[in-house]
């Protein structure tokens, strides 16, 4: 049988940076990454701009290639079927019996789909679903987008071409991550259908992209590691028409999918699905994209009693990403924070998580084979920080951001420059809680000390954001 020191399943950010990280603290060890995908997601150019935030680019490896980069690392593609905590064993389809010393979990999360088993109804969240995509749009007059928060964000501004349903059940854009305000600001960009300032064209892709044939996702149902940022630009996502025409319903949801009705769109042509939206509308479409988030993938281990799970069906782990059961921890999609969080920090199944998680559990794992009782928490999770692109701009989210968990007792900063940028400041008895950054701002690392640090602004007043004042130059 075979051994090793640490087992890792799921070849998605979370895992494999969880594996570079164990073959950086323990070199002299032996690592074994799963992965039922012949490709893993591997983080790279990576740029700090503050301590919390950092963009880098995702690429995809070769099973093989990755390996090659690590000596103590082995790669097997392969899906699990079945982990037994006692025996501290992994057993998998391909009739493998694996014995570890700790094993974390990296198995992702699974779109939600608004109908399974629909062939006109596709979830994007690994690059297969994505390829579907892509071949599926070069005929397409018009698509339905069900969700609201990144990747249907994305998709809506980046598909050229054709014409987008864009259906939401609140009273804005991108309200996952933004305000009316700044979905206001994006409103230009979002509705001008001559736009072609998209990521495909406005900046360089530095990673290499494998396309993988005759390979349709992981097994059991779970879909392949999820998407990183710019997922979009190294594909070709334009339907048949010149430009394109966004249509976005909101407050509502799908009610119900047929493939004959009476369309509410005035429209003469015939389609092979129509979306019934809860606000009377009936729309026609060549096919439905499903952007409504994703379900943690635990459900293959939830037949142990011992592996406690949270109410969102992530596997529940504590500050050192340690699950209910001994030697097995968890990490990215998959798992549950269920420690006491810092007041600027909450968990949002992001990639830029996923690292952070992956590379802590790494840290964890290797001070427990060690035997070594004091861990200290990553400094990541003292503030929640993400960057992102969304309709061509810069977007960074810190602490905070939409004053979650303040009841709405706090007050808001604003200062807004059309087509140039937005600057949104959340502010609680004198102190900065969050921000939203819109455009090229260089803010990021003044706000993150000011939420950190909790220092009293309530001298400053609205000259917080006065333009004709240096900000920076008071915390220096």
Not at 155 to 181: C, N, R
Request: net charge negative.
């Amino acid at each position: 049988m075979e051994s090793y020191s640490f087992v890792i399943v799921g070849g998605g950010i979370a895992g494999v940076s969880c594996a570079e990280g164990l073959a950086l603290l323990c070199p002299e060890k032996q690592i074994l990454l799963i992965t039922a995908s012949p490709v893993v997601k591997a983080v790279s150019n990576i740029i700090h701009l503050t301590k919390t935030l950092c963009e880098f680019d995702v690429k995809e490896l070769k099973t093989e290639q990755f390996a090659d980069s690590l000596p103590t690392v082995s790669v097997i593609q392969d899906t699990v079927t079945s982990i037994n905590t006692k025996e501290h064993t992994v057993c998998t389809v391909g009739g493998k019996c694996i014995k570890y010393e700790k094993i974390c979990i990296c198995t992702g999360g699974s779109p939600k789909l608004i109908m399974e088993d629909n062939p006109f109804v596709l979830g994007i969240r690994d690059t297969e679903s994505v390829k579907e995509f892509e071949t599926r749009i070069k005929g397409a007059r018009r698509i339905v987008v069900v969700g609201n928060g990144g990747i249907a964000t994305e998709l809506v501004h980046e598909v050229q071409g054709l014409q987008i349903i864009w259906a939401i059940k609140d009273k804005h854009v991108s309200a996952t991550f933004v305000d009316p305000g700044a979905a206001e600001f994006f409103q230009t960009r979002l509705l001008r259908a001559e736009d072609k300032e998209t990521s495909q064209v406005s900046s360089p892709v530095k990673r290499l992209k494998y396309t993988v044939h005759g390979f349709s996702g992981m097994k059991d149902g779970l879909g392949g590691a999820a998407l990183g940022p710019d997922w979009h630009a190294t594909f070709d996502i334009h339907g048949i028409h010149p430009g394109r025409m966004v249509t976005v319903e909101y407050e509502t949801e799908v009610q119900n999918v047929s493939h004959r009705a009476d369309s509410t769109d005035s429209s003469d042509e015939s389609w092979p699905i129509h979306v019934h939206l809860t606000n009377g509308k009936i729309y026609g479409c060549d096919f439905i994209v499903s952007a409504t988030g994703v379900t943690p993938n635990s459900s293959i281990f939830a037949t142990d009693d011992k592996l406690i799970l949270a109410d969102d069906g992530g596997i529940k782990v504590n500050w050192k990403m340690e699950t209910s059961i001994p030697d097995t921890f968890a990490a990215g999609d998959v798992c549950t924070a269920s420690w006491e969080r810092a007041p600027h920090w909450f968990q949002m199944r992001l990639w830029t998580q996923a690292r952070q998680m992956g590379m802590y559990a790494a840290k964890s794992m290797a001070a427990s084979l060690a035997g070594e009782e004091e861990v200290l928490q990553d400094f990541s999770f003292e503030l929640f920080s993400h960057v992102t692109r969304f309709f061509g701009y810069k977007v960074v989210l810190l602490g905070l951001y939409n004053g979650q968990t303040l009841d709405g007792q706090y007050e808001v900063l604003l200062r807004v420059t059309k087509d140039m940028e937005y600057i949104k400041l959340v502010i609680k008895d004198g102190k900065m809680q969050g921000a939203v950054l819109i455009g090229e701002t260089d803010l990021e690392e003044m706000c993150e000390n000011l939420i950190l640090n909790q220092l009293d602004l309530s001298v400053y007043g609205e000259d917080l954001l006065n333009p004709d004042i240096d900000i920076e130059d008071y915390f220096d």
